[in-house]
């Protein structure tokens, strides 16, 4: 099934048939995308199944965030991104920024850093996690590496380790971590 069969699909729909392999990463992407096109007929108030998503899905969750603040006439700089992302290198992703708009570059940097954690993709998400122009300090990053298992993703555990972020952002009491563990098991 492609992004044309069905041109509208929830976020968690689109999310779960991409995952089921029903729908491919371009298609994914136009799903996402499909909600912050200046013309899009599509309300992104529409779709409020993502605040219990949020914890099972940030990236997606972050996307709907800013595509809601942003209408955007031509989203292929963006899509050219996330292409880049799945099938490329770091320097030829690091070579699509340029064309980002300045308006939305901050929040679409931070969800690509968002979705390299959460697909435990280390090379990308130290490359993002380095830079000075991809803030971290945006809602659910940090919860979210605190479910990274050390023993899964050793590589992911020492990228997050050494960072700057966890420097400025220590670790919580063993209580909170628990709490959180409970609520959102390691991963």
């Known amino acids: 099934?492609?992004?044309?069969?069905?041109?509208?699909?929830?976020?968690?729909?689109?999310?779960?048939?991409?995952?089921?392999?029903?729908?491919?990463?371009?298609?994914?992407?136009?799903?996402?995308?499909?909600?912050?096109?200046?013309?899009?007929?599509?309300?992104?108030?529409?779709?409020?199944?993502?605040?219990?998503?949020?914890?099972?899905?940030?990236?997606?969750?972050?996307?709907?965030?800013?595509?809601?603040?942003?209408?955007?006439?031509?989203?292929?700089?963006?899509?050219?991104?996330?292409?880049?992302?799945?099938?490329?290198?770091?320097?030829?992703?690091?070579?699509?920024?340029p064309a980002l708009r300045a308006d939305y570059a901050p929040q679409f940097k931070s969800s690509l850093l968002l979705l390299a954690l959460q697909e435990r993709n280390a090379e990308v998400f130290r490359f993002l996690l380095a830079r000075s122009d991809v803030q971290w300090n945006v809602r659910g990053f940090e919860g979210a590496t605190y479910r990274v298992d050390k023993e899964k993703h050793p590589e992911i555990w020492e990228i997050i380790e050494g960072s700057e972020f966890r420097k400025q952002r220590p670790w919580m009491s063993l209580k909170q971590r628990e709490r959180m563990e409970r609520w959102c098991p390691l991963r």
């Open 1 to 97: 099934m492609s992004s044309q069969a069905s041109p509208w699909l929830s976020y968690p729909e689109a999310r779960r048939q991409y995952r089921a392999g029903q729908l491919t990463w371009e298609g994914y992407i136009d799903q996402l995308l499909s909600r912050c096109l200046a013309d899009s007929i599509h309300s992104v108030d529409e779709d409020n199944s993502c605040i219990a998503f949020e914890k099972f899905d940030l990236f997606i969750c972050y996307v709907k965030e800013w595509t809601c603040a942003n209408k955007i006439a031509d989203t292929s700089p963006i899509k050219a991104t996330f292409m880049a992302y799945r099938n490329s290198t770091i320097q030829e992703l690091a070579a699509t920024f």
